[in-house]
């Protein structure tokens, strides 16, 4: 009996044995699987599409370069309310939208065009490259006939009663009767200008020195002036008279005038000394719509001669320069739109503005597009991105992925903020234009001007605190902004170089610091309010920050003078100022973004789509080669490609719930903390504590309400500026979770099973 009692016991036990077994297998292959669907959850399929700015195309050409168009001239069609401008370098001629400021369409012309005009819903545009005239249907958009004069022709303008073209070339002009050339008048000089007499129904072309003027086939006039040089003519449409900008030297001085000639007495009546010296590229139109004579002066600006009281005044002054382009003087180059007075010029670099005479105001069409920079605003939803050759800003709405609206701003737009508060943009001219003003961000209107010593490259708005930042690379220093009443409270020293590309700047809605990092000595300052707090010394060179949920973020890299090396992403401790991770890059970045779970780091050419848990890429788009990260919303995020003009949106499919904490491990203190108790180079000597809705000066508040950095950053957390007494925030890796459930389920089953034992 011993031994069959013996026996089963051992059986039974085998038995539980091979439950216990089967149950703790059962529960491994379970936490596998948990762990596959949990901890690997698919990766998200990253796309992106590319919108042009300039004609407000959607392409799915991710990268797409904006055509260098090189305009020449400059018509005007009554028939389509269209404007249209020769491009040089694409043997095109781009047609505009005067109401929505952007390209409608392009057509295809002949080599090298350089002058159009419009008569009777037809375009003419002479192809100097080609030595032919091609004919539009403007309603069309088509070329319908091409007409082959020979030579280069520069310059053509159409007679609408007989239907003749004359063409300006360098030793003649050719006229041509739609099919081929019917005469040819030789000159001594090539012409400078030709305009269309509606009075006569004649043709007036202007050379250096003489005024003549044809009649069909024939040469009506040839008077010769007083005059050295002639720049430009343009005829009055009710008297006839003709408008010239002209040049004389006497005695070693050069004089400038306006000179009205009387075709009936041969005589100039009416002689006006300009102050300002003319150049090639000045030109004059007469304005039917109110009588007025509008001409360009000493590439600055826009005047107009009152023809009555022969008083010059300026009309508008200009942030760039006002010439015709590729050396070729053409005329009109100033466009009169008759139906509502509008004018429409040529300017630098490649703009055609579009100006308001009544009341000096004016708006740039971009042709070429410098899209170095944006901003989202969440109180409008929409994305503001600069464009520096047109001074304008391009408004782009994140559910439709279409430009909206056009902005008129200040000249060269360079930097960007934004108050969420009221949603209020804050711009930054750039180049030498120390200008910083507060627009309206619906229609543009300039709420504040801010003086600034010197150009801000970058711009930082601090809803906690309710400061502006303004980053002075020409002064080495940030000034720091009241913009309650656009005040300078204090300038803090950052740097000793010049050039903006050193210096790059981030914000903390956590602690409010602002970080401003200096490439040339490897430092990041911290700043509070307006006084430097602190400096990091860093053992590479920072390229760009961003700070994400208490971490920040520094692209980091190499440099000996003439080479670049060793690009890799720092991660920095906000509380200690500790690195407390790198990660190596294929090149540094230039721009860093975080949003729905994932670090988007912008390199020259390329976008890195970063896990934050373990650092590893997800994704790799390609990008212009100067990108810009301008901002998230509608589930896609937005890079400007400066100098191609165009804008990036990369989306996303499958993407998981956003991670609200970043891993901060691998503790890494080759850093140190330079204590800095300076106080700022100035400061104004009274301090003002002016308190907004949600916001106050007061340095030492605090707010529960959520505030969202300017940047990319989506943060749900309390911003406070107590900068101590801060932990990294950790995130738990699933695997560890299941693993120690797993562990406790062994526990319990092996217990449970012992206890019946």
Known sequence: MGKIYYYATRVVAMKRSVVLLGLITAILVLSELLIVNVAASPTPEFYEKTLILNSNQLVNNATYVCNRFKPSSIAYCNDTGYIYVTSSYQDEVLVLNPTDYLIVSTIMVGQDPTYVSAANGMLYVSNNGSGTISVINAKQGLVVSTIHVGGNPFIVVADPDNGYLY??????????????????????????????????????????????????????????????????????????????????????????????????????????????????????????????????????????????????????????????????????????????????????????????????????????????????????????????????????????DKVVKVLPTVPAPQALACDPNNGYIYVAAGSSYPCLVEEDPNNGEVVKDISLAYSASDLIYDPVKGLLYALEPCGGQVAVINPNNGSVIGTLHVGDEPYPGDYSMAYDPQNGYVYVAFFPSNTITEIDGSKVVSTIKLNFHPTTMAVIDGLLYVGLVSYNGFFYGHPHLAIINTSNDQVIKNVSLQYSPVSIGYYKGYLYLVEPGILCIMNPNDYKNVSSLPLGLYPTLVGCSEGQVFIANENQGTVTIISAQGIPQESSSIPATETYTNTTTVPNTSTPTTTQTSTSTTTTSTTTVNHTSTTTSRVTSTSTVESTSTPTTTHNNKAAPLAVSPYIVLAVVVVLVIVIVVLILARKK
């Open 167 to 400: 063409v300006g070339e360098k030793g003649s002009i050719i006229v041509v009767d739609q099919k081929s050339t019917i005469a040819s008048i030789p000159l001594t000089n090539a012409p400078t200008s030709m305009v269309l007499n509606p009075v006569t129904g004649d043709v007036i072309v202007a050379t250096p020195s003489y005024i003549i003027e044809m009649s069909g086939t024939k040469v009506a006039l040839n008077k010769s002036t007083p005059w050295d040089y002639i720049y430009s003519v343009s005829v009055n449409t009710k008297d006839g008279e003709v408008y010239a900008l002209t040049e004389n030297t006497s005695n070693g001085a050069t004089n400038y005038y306006l000179a009205v000639l009387n075709l009936t007495s041969l005589g100039f009546e009416k002689i006006v000394c300009l102050t300002y010296p003319l150049t090639n590229g000045s030109s004059i139109a007469y304005d039917e719509y109110n009588g007025d004579v509008y001409f360009t002066i000493g590439l600055k600006a826009l005047f107009t001669f009152n023809t009555t009281t022969l008083k010059v005044s300026m009309a508008v002054l200009f942030p760039t320069a006002i010439v015709s382009l590729s050396g070729v003087v053409v005329n009109p180059s100033i466009i009169v739109n008759p139906s509502n007075g509008q004018l429409y010029l040529l300017s630098l670099p490649s703009t055609v503005f579009i100006i308001y005479p009544n009341n000096g105001s004016y708006i740039g069409i971009g042709i070429d597009v410098f899209d170095s920079s944006g901003i989202y605003d969440k109180v409008t939803n929409e994305l503001y991105i600069v464009n520096e050759n047109s001074n304008t800003l391009y408004v782009v709405s994140p559910t439709t």
